[in-house]
T-cell receptor
Framework: GENVEQHPSTLSVQEGDSAVIKCTYS??????FPWYKQELGKGPQLIID?????GEKKDQRIAVTLNKTAKHFSLHITETQPEDSAVYFC???????????FGTGTRLQVFP | KAGVTQTPRYLIKTRGQQVTLSCSPI?????VSWYQQTPGQGLQFLFE???????NKGNFPGRFSGRQFSNSRSEMNVSTLELGDSALYLC?????????????FGPGTRLTVT
């Protein structure tokens, strides 16, 4: 069935370093891949997304890449800051279902 | 523009009781989805409503149900509560237009079943 694997489950970096989170999806019909950041006590917040017809997208310090052939997509955060500390979730979806399949989450800790 | 709102934010219920959670999507959004978040199972899709019709359903028992009203507000109901139903219940509303698609989440309702 539909599945999204996410790695690593925890990631600790020094402030200013880069962080990379990787996801693999199983449903080849998936065509939209959002990334969410969830802080304690809050709902997931959409931070960036990518569509299947695009290979890479960047927004300031965050970027996402997509390899449709390998069914891989990744989140890259550069120049990390303590406020980047949170749990990050990748997800995959087919446009016509509105049913997000989430990865298991990555807890990112950025140490000052 | 106001975000997705969910009420109540916190709820404590006893096994066997039933509960109703409410969600108001972002103004203009007609699709509402519900998710259950637990430490063990992560984020799992419950169901999705569009124009008062359930379009998609996840793998949850029939005790979990929902509905959507003509103003796009949605409710979900869980009957005969079990301890395992303790979770954060998240509502999301979807913005769709042309090639644009984004799903926004509310803050969630934390349900504790004792």
């Amino acid at each position: 069935g539909e599945n999204v694997e996410q790695h690593p489950s925890t990631l600790s970096v020094q402030e200013g370093d880069s962080a990379v989170i990787k996801c693999t999806y199983s449903d080849s019909a998936s065509n939209y891949f959002p990334w969410y950041k969830q802080e304690l006590g809050k709902g997931p917040q959409l931070i960036i997304d990518i569509r299947s017809n695009v290979g890479e997208k960047k927004d300031q310090r965050i970027a996402v890449t997509l390899n449709k052939t390998a069914k891989h997509f990744s989140l890259h955060i550069t120049e990390t800051q303590p406020e980047d500390s949170a749990v990050y979730f990748c997800a995959a979806i087919r446009y016509n279902t509105d049913k997000l399949i989430f990865g298991t989450g990555t807890r990112l800790q950025v140490f000052p | 523009k106001a975000g997705v709102t969910q009420t109540p934010r916190y709820l404590i219920k006893t096994r066997g009781q039933q509960v109703t959670l409410s969600c108001s999507p972002i103004s203009g959004h007609r699709s509402v989805s519900w998710y259950q978040q637990t430490p063990g199972q992560g984020l799992q899709f419950l169901f999705e409503y569009f124009s008062e019709t359930q379009r998609n359903k996840g793998n949850f028992p029939g005790r979990f149900s929902g509905r959507q009203f003509s103003n796009s507000r949605s409710e979900m109901n869980v009957s005969t509560l079990e301890l395992g139903d303790s979770a954060l219940y998240l509502c999301a509303s979807t913005s769709r237009g042309g090639s644009s698609y984004e799903q926004y989440f509310g803050p969630g309702t934390r349900l504790t079943v004792t």
